[in-house]
DNA sequence: TGGCTTTTTGGCTATATTGCCAAATAGGGG
DNA sequence: CCCCTATTTGGCAATATAGCCAAAAAGCCA
């Protein structure tokens, strides 16, 4: 049931698990406005270049983004822009508890 | 830039990670076709019954899914069934990934 | 109550992730 | 070639995650 799928499972994974960090969601989110070199997302992040480099690189590994080297700098791209949308849904996600917070202060109100 | 949205994008990526693991993804693709409780989605899983008890506290913990005691039996369910739309995104970049690996094996092959 | 089933918790070890610094690499322009 | 900028890599310490076992908790039923 669960071993037959597992490989794929864990191919999924890899590439979730890519996007479960803040600094690489941000880069996901100005990747989609367009491209943008490691030196202008690192200030926009202000964290190290090093460390900032490495989030790339993990997102890279993940077959998220693309990677095009143009004089001594890096442009990064999305590959497949319709990582945007996913968001909408783990939006929803965080209304639904939003939502469930407020009954419960409400009950313990009355 | 960065540090105006880190509480919203931090919240994200809580969401996100949770969804990251295996075994986790199986539980929501199983719970995607109904409530299940701890015992059967063990059985699926084949892993010690702690563990997979320990997963759906991460998936509860970040509002995935809900849980419902009934005797001595504790069913989940999704919270947001909109979460299966979520791996559409998944699989097309895994689909781009392979077709990239594709075309570079003809490449070298010629 | 005692025994059975189901689930959670605590504790431990192994492994992975994150972030910084320092150093290496690479490209461009005097 | 040397210097400056941009990026990656190596290494390290702190923290987080995953999985198992053992034990506790909670519900049912006789």
Chains 1, 2 share one sequence.
Do not use: W
Not at 53 to 68: E, N
């Amino acid at each position: 049931m669960y071993q037959t799928q597992k490989a794929h499972l864990a191919a999924r994974a890899r590439i979730i698990k890519a996007m479960g960090h803040p600094s690489r969601l941000f880069i996901i989110e100005e990747l989609g406005r367009g491209e943008r070199c490691v030196f202008d997302l690192t200030a926009m992040i202000g964290a190290d270049v090093s460390t900032v480099s490495k989030h790339l690189t993990v997102l890279k590994q993940a077959g998220i983004v693309l990677d095009d080297k143009r004089g001594n700098q890096v442009f990064y791209r999305l590959r497949v822009p319709c990582i945007l949308n996913f968001f909408g849904c783990v939006e929803s996600v965080m209304e639904a508890q939003r939502k469930e917070h407020l009954a419960l202060a409400e009950r313990v109100a009355r």
